[in-house]
């Protein structure tokens, strides 16, 4: 994405602005108390949690801020050698889809659940763009509970983003595809405007457990939706969503795609599509999705295919999508803290459009369209403006809020921030970055209740801020302080993969909800050891179980014989330990997989099939005790049809 963006811009301006990526002055001194103000000092902690997205390495980061200091990696769309995540026979179901197995994503947003409009931080939700699918996080676990795959999408862009009290999660989709059976699917692409449709998902989200479940598909036009924000306080009850390619071009879209003054930010009244599914109005679709559930009692995901969707198409019901022309390939739409204002960032716009909902709501009452597409109206811009921003800069993408009466727009083409009041439209601060700035994130910042304060932008191209490493360099974040009336650099720290967006909240929300270790008494997965007696190992043809314990420092069994070339093996590995913090790994000489890394109180499963006779070792990975060195164990493996008897030694037993 990194130089394609750039050029994103068209033949127009990147003539006019080539070299535009890199702004001058570019090694702008800090000034001396920026240091003290990202400072941490060893043993505290930060005053906020930041996840942010980790692009095409599929993942999410656990970011502190004010330090920039990375807590955690967590795979979503993605395997993770260093705990077995997608390797570990209960972890696998979690990255099925109807397409089989899927271990990687490309995961752009993030979206913190919310009550009221305000964090409430209890889950994570993130998109995977290639293969559509939505995931949520568990926040006090970090751990991804859930993944439901989005079907009749291509390219989950628009998503996930969350109404204000979580009661959906959506996915629009940003390539349009055809859609039905085989042979609606199998069409020439030239016919893209007759056969290919937009869809958009309303994943219904359960208030106590937060489980996923696909309420409805709204049907669309074809054209690309990019991203979007639910209204919030009084616009509660709609979703905006920016459309580009609506000239609903099949090919060469740099240039074919960007003929039109205004594509559209796509209005839709989500509480009267709801109305209408309650009236039965929705239609049953075949189609083939999977819904991957973890379940912490048994430490286990299963996964299942659905092979139904209601679809809903807002044409038959006059009232439920409205147009709104917006200049020009809008990238982002942000909605602003009290829900009046709707910004759309046209990327190849020289102003910034805002939007008035309550100017819309009268729009719509007194039909003040300008035409309709698809028999949905379009309304007229001048009717549902609020107003412009001049000469913001040049390529807006994403805009956030202090909750202070300013918008933060992010620049791409000039690289900079731009601050705004969004009640007088007038730019009053602006700041560069290094180099082209994509999202920002602001604690809260998409929130009814901002925390202002601190301001991240993350940066698609780094250029010399770093060592260099080859010819990939790290992205860059950059920590601005938004306490002032000038935005001041802070800290400038390397992130993990490509982030997209982030977002961050206060820690006091979730640090003392972490949970420490799983209690071995509700431990039901069905391979469970609930203490060392009970270690052992059994054959069953020439499948063999391992039933292994570990416990600071050692394995039982730890020497285990009359295992056999072919023999398909697997270890069930539960950890007894009852503390927080503390980890038992198992590795194992020529498996064809990850580690284990088992949590206090949890069992896993490592399959392995030997492929040749001698001892093999296997050893603890996690420096656990002072005695670490000292947990391992091995395996005799003896020729296939031998008949060494099966022999395992517990300590316990002997
Ligand atoms: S994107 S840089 Cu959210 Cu994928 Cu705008
Ligand atoms: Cu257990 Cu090292």
Redesign the pocket.
């Known amino acids: ?1 990194k130089t394609k ?1 750039c050029l994103m811009a068209g033949a127009a301006i990147a003539v006019a602005f080539a070299g535009g990526c890199k702004p001058k002055g570019a090694q702008t001194v800090i000034s001396g108390d920026a240091a003290s103000k990202v400072y941490v000092a060893p043993g505290q902690h930060d005053e906020f949690y930041s996840i942010v997205s980790g ?1 095409f390495n599929g993942q999410m980061s656990v970011v502190g801020l004010p330090s920039g200091r990375v807590l955690k990696i967590l795979p979503v769309f993605s395997v993770h050698p260093e705990n077995g995540w997608g390797f570990s026979e209960e972890s696998k179901p979690m990255l099925n889809t109807s397409h089989g197995f899927i271990p990687w994503d490309d995961l ?2 993030i979206a913190i659940s919310t009550t009221n409009a305000e964090h409430d931080a209890r889950w994570a939700f993130g998109n995977a ?1 290639n293969t559509p699918r939505i995931a949520r996080v568990d926040l006090t676990t970090f751990k991804t509970v859930e993944i439901i795959e989005i079907p009749n999408s291509g390219g989950n ?1 628009s998503s996930p983003f969350i109404t204000e009290n979580t009661e959906y999660v959506i996915a629009g989709t940003r390539f349009s595809v055809p859609t039905g059976d085989d042979k609606d699917r199998d069409v020439a692409i030239d016919t893209y405007k007759e056969n290919f449709r937009g869809t958009i998902s309303f994943i219904s989200v359960d208030k106590e457990h937060g489980d996923m479940d696909i309420a409805f598909q709204l049907e669309a036009p074809p054209f690309n939706f ?2 979007a924000r639910a209204g919030k306080k009084k616009s509660h009850g709609w979703f905006f969503f920016s459309t580009y390619n609506t000239e609903m071009a099949h090919t060469l879209l740099e240039v074919n795609a960007s003929q039109k003054d205004k594509d559209f930010i796509m209005a839709v009244n989500w509480k009267k599509a709801e109305e209408y599914i309650a009236a039965g109005k929705g239609k049953k679709v075949p189609v083939k999705y999977a819904h991957n559930k973890w379940d912490e009692s048994t430490h286990t995901a299963t996964s299942s295919i659905r092979t139904e969707v209601l679809s809903l198409n807002p044409r038959d019901f006059k009232d439920i999508v409205y147009f709104i022309p917006c200049p020009k390939s809008p ?2 739409t942000d909605t602003d803290p009290t829900g009046e204002y709707i910004i759309g960032s046209g990327k190849l716009a020289a102003i910034i459009p805002v939007f008035s909902f309550t100017k819309m709501i009268a729009a719509i009452e007194n039909e003040d369209f300008e035409g309709n597409i698809d028999g949905m109206p379009v309304l007229k811009y001048e009717s549902v403006l609020h107003g412009e921003v001049e000469k913001p800069g040049l390529g807006p ?2 805009t956030e809020f202090d909750g202070k009466g300013f918008a933060y727009t ?1 620049m ?1 083409v000039s690289s900079e921030i731009v601050k705004w009041n969004i009640e007088t439209l007038e730019v009053v601060d602006r700041v560069p970055t290094f180099y082209s700035v ?2 920002l994130s602001i604690p809260g910042g998409p929130t009814g209740k901002p925390h202002g304060k601190y301001m991240v932008a ?1 940066n ?1 191209i780094t250029k010399d801020r770093y060592l260099p490493t080859g010819p990939e360099l790290a992205h860059s974040a950059q920590l601005y302080d938004i306490s002032g009336d000038k935005m001041q650099l802070l800290l400038d720290f390397p992130t993990i993969g490509e982030p ?2 982030a977002e961050a909240f206060p820690a006091s929300l979730i640090k003392d909800k972490q949970v420490k270790f799983y209690k071995l008494e509700e431990n039901n997965h069905p391979h469970v050891l609930k203490g060392i007696k009970d270690a052992r190992v059994e054959r069953d043809g020439n499948k063999v179980h391992i039933y292994l314990t570990s416990i600071r420092s050692n394995f039982r069994p730890d020497n285990i014989e009359g295992i056999k070339v072919g023999d398909e093996v697997y270890f069930h590995m539960t950890n007894l330990e009852q503390d927080w913090d503390v980890p038992h790994g198992l590795a194992i000489k020529g498996a064809n997989t990850a580690e284990l890394l088992v949590m206090p109180g949890e069992t896993a499963t490592l399959k392995w099939t030997p492929d040749r006779v001698g001892i093999f070792p296997f050893y603890c990975t996690d420096f656990c005790s002072a005695l670490h060195q000292e947990m391992q164990g091995y395996i005799r493996i003896s020729p296939a049809g031998s008949n060494t008897p099966l022999k395992f030694s517990t300590g316990a037993a002997e």
């Open positions: 994405m963006l692009g752009h947003h763009n862009h990019d991203l990238h982002g993408l994403h992010s791409f994509g999202h993350y698609k997209h967006y």
